[in-house]
């Protein structure tokens, strides 16, 4: 698959006024002539939020651990995220993010899973850990989060992932 990277030197950098630092990253893939667009709108050390926007959903790669008041800073830029691109699917890659603080867990499972579900996100794709603590968490978390509306699924590819979140399947009704 051939690659080129427009903007090569460097990323052209826009501020959007509602807090998320936009990173153009343009990305043209030999696949049938066809052209993918892919933004970076959140980017640090521990996570990196894109949107595809032919594919319309978020990528999230996790890296590293984070806790308290930085895991939930970075939670609140994927709502972020979410409300700029309105889409209704995230692909969470959390290969290599390590364990989540039991703290954390209860946040996410009690105020963060019931906001993404309230901004309209409809599937969610997980690429687990590599870390058994944290694919402990992440079961820990899937098992206490109550969600009608989002289809959430684990796997162990991004490849996985994406061609699950890809498929025609009806959206839950809420």
């Known amino acids: 698959m051939a690659r080129c990277k427009l903007n090569s030197p460097g990323r052209r ?12 990253d343009l990305s043209l893939r030999g696949q049938k002539g066809k052209s993918i ?7 640090s ?3 990196t939020i894109r949107y595809d926007q032919q594919k319309d959903y978020l ?5 590293g651990f984070s806790k308290g008041q930085e895991f939930r800073d970075f939670a609140n830029e994927v ?8 889409t209704k699917r995230i692909l969470s890659d959390n290969t290599n993010w390590t364990t989540i603080a ?21 599937k969610l794709a997980t690429v ?14 899937e098992g206490m989060t109550d969600v009608d ?18 498929q025609n399947a009806p959206y839950p009704q809420c």
């Open 45 to 47: 050390e521990h996570l």
């Open 59 to 63: 990528l999230l790669k996790w890296n």
């Open 13 to 24: 950098r826009r501020d959007l006024g509602y807090g998320l630092r936009l990173l153009f």
């Open 79 to 86: 709502l972020k995220a979410i409300a700029h691109t309105k």
């Open 128 to 141: 687990l850990s590599k870390d058994f603590f944290h694919r402990t968490a992440e079961r820990s978390i």
């Open 37 to 43: 667009m892919s933004i970076t709108l959140f980017e």
């Open 149 to 166: 509306c989002i289809h959430i699924k684990n796997f162990e590819s991004t490849e996985e992932a994406s061609a699950w979140l890809n």
């Open 102 to 122: 039991p703290n954390d867990q209860g946040w996410a499972a009690n105020n963060w899973f019931p906001k993404v579900e309230a901004s309209g996100v409809r």
